[in-house]
């Protein structure tokens, strides 16, 4: 295990309003997202935009690794979970800064084969304060056929309130353009199915997130932290439902299984 506190990357955005009305069109939210505007939890992850030339891209899609994110020898990246402090509310329309730095490197040897997490925490400032702090946790691994898959964990089925959801493969387009994510696993259904092993195309565990922070915050008011942690991927042709019971949610699988826990922070 190491902590390593890089050098802090640094980018600046004027934080566009069309481009959260565009991401909240798409995810079928009511009401317009103008200039000035409050923006709803997460939808930052659809600003500060890091483009690279197609030179400095891996095989996946995603820019080569060995700058902010440490080169660890797994070419198979997954976004494993996440914690959120919201400080401020964003607002659109004004220019805002994200720090941004690789906070710590775990490896370890499982039932799955060689496994690094890397965890990067950012930081959010606008009109000189700190809005939002988020620690983003990563997961590589080896190449299919390394390992065994491990069983994944069976989800509760206590909930107080669930919803059905499906994800198209417009709508993962639209995430992966909106978040400027390049990986290939969200679009390109023959490499997700025959370099990456799965059984279609992924859908973005930051996606499965934003959904359930909406929930959580139409169901218990503005949220002042919010934790959530990946436990089996979820491919476009999949039904999930997202559930909630109290400050607890999770998105469970048609088979039953857990795809992703969370765990709402409100305010008092």
């Not at 493969?169 to 390049?182: C, E, H, I, K, Q």
């Not at 565990?205 to 929930?215: D, R």
């Not at 439902?241 to 857990?258: A, F, M, N, P």
């Amino acid at each position: 295990m190491s902590d390593l506190l890089s050098t802090p990357h640094v980018i600046t955005d004027l934080m566009d309003p069309a481009r959260a009305a565009a991401l909240g069109a798409s995810l079928d939210l009511p009401g317009p997202i103008g200039s000035g505007s409050p923006l709803p939890p997460f939808f930052h992850q659809a600003y500060f935009w890091d483009p690279r030339p197609p030179s400095d891209l891996g095989r996946d899609g995603h820019p080569k690794v060995g700058g902010l994110i440490p080169e660890t020898g797994l070419p198979r990246r997954m976004w494993a979970g996440g914690r959120l402090v919201f400080e401020a509310p964003l607002l659109t329309g004004q220019p805002a800064e994200k720090r941004s730095v690789a906070e710590r490197v775990t490896r370890k040897t499982g039932r799955s084969g060689d496994l690094a997490f890397v965890t990067l925490r950012h930081e959010i400032h606008q009109a000189g304060r700190l809005c939002v702090t988020e620690w983003q946790d990563l997961v590589y691994r080896a190449d299919v056929g390394q390992g065994s898959a491990a069983q994944p964990p069976r989800a509760p089925t206590d909930e107080t309130e669930r919803r059905e959801v499906v994800f198209s493969p417009t709508l993962l387009f639209r995430y992966s353009a909106l978040t400027f994510n390049g990986h290939r696993i969200h679009y390109d259904e023959p490499y997700a199915r025959e370099v990456e092993g799965y059984d279609g195309l992924v859908v973005h565990g930051p996606l499965l997130a934003q959904m359930l922070m909406l929930m959580a915050e139409a169901a218990l008011g503005p949220l002042a932290g919010f934790g959530f942690r990946g436990a089996s991927p979820m491919v476009h042709t999949e039904l999930a439902e997202l559930c909630r019971t109290g400050t607890s949610l999770w998105v469970r699988g048609y088979d039953g299984r857990l795809i992703m826990s969370a765990e709402a922070v409100v305010d008092g």
